[in-house]
Antibody, heavy 121, light 107 residues
Framework: EVQLVESGGALVQPGGSLRLSCAAS????????MSWVRQTPEKGLEWVAN????????YYVDSVKGRFTLSRDNIRNSLFLRVNSLRAEDTAVYYC??????????????WGLGTLVTVSS | DIQMTQSPSSLSASVGDRVTITCRAS??????LAWFQQKPGKAPKSLIY???RLQSGVPSRFSGSGSGTYFTLTISSLQPEDFATYYC?????????FGGGTKVEIK
């Protein structure tokens, strides 16, 4: 079955860190751009980061630059998001998504169920 | 950043109704526009890309149109399984941005 399964979400204190993981199955991860998108009831859907098939290019939303790092392991069919210096406003459900490159960037044709990150003291 | 504005934010409709949702971009994005459906507790599902191309497996009652700054998603005959929240997303340039969503509810 073609799917993405996220893990690693947790309750963490402000300033803390987490490593989110996304396991891909049913397709060859190395053929696709991959992304993280987060969602809150207040702000809706917010794109977080993209990574090219071979990991040679990464892009981030300004609010996470310098704090989040996106990486991938195509051999293990996995995607990772290292999140540091967490803030209350990073609280969200984080989705892993498969990207299709068109025009200047990507749209998402497959999404995981998400993992919840809660930043609170 | 390109702002995406959806309208309405919610609507009530009956099974069999024709439903149209609009999405406006704050600047021209050509046809680099996607539509998603999301049901509570479920992963978002891709419906349309390149403004009007249907994803594989998506029923033909869904259609998209538009270019530049104005786009629409139409459901020609609303079915019970279509009650959900719909989002648009531009991929003309980074940062990728989404509309605020349109919740389609049962009348």
């Amino acid at each position: 079955e073609v799917q993405l399964v996220e893990s690693g979400g947790a309750l963490v204190q402000p300033g803390g860190s987490l490593r989110l993981s996304c396991a891909a199955s049913g397709f060859t991860l190395s053929n696709y751009w991959m992304s993280w998108v987060r969602q809150t009831p207040e702000k809706g859907l917010e794109w977080v980061a993209n990574i090219k098939q071979d990991g040679s290019e990464t892009y981030y939303v300004d609010s996470v630059k310098g704090r989040f790092t996106l990486s991938r392991d195509n051999i293990r069919n996995s995607l990772f998001l290292r999140v540091n210096s967490l803030r209350a406003e990073d609280t969200a459900v984080y989705y892993c998504a498969r990207g299709r490159f068109r025009g200047g960037a990507t749209y998402f044709d497959l999404w995981g169920l998400g993992t919840l990150v809660t930043v609170s003291s | 950043d390109i702002q995406m504005t959806q309208s309405p934010s919610s609507l009530s409709a009956s099974v069999g109704d024709r439903v149209t949702i609009t999405c406006r971009a704050s600047q021209g994005i050509s046809d680099y526009l996607a539509w998603f459906q999301q049901k509570p507790g479920k992963a978002p599902k891709s419906l349309i890309y390149d403004a009007s191309r249907l994803q594989s497996g998506v029923p033909s009652r869904f259609s998209g149109s538009g270019s530049g700054t104005y786009f629409t998603l139409t459901i020609s005959s609303l079915q019970p399984e279509d009650f959900a929240t719909y989002y648009c997303q531009q991929y003309r340039t980074y940062p990728l941005t989404f509309g605020g969503g349109t919740k389609v509810e049962i009348k």
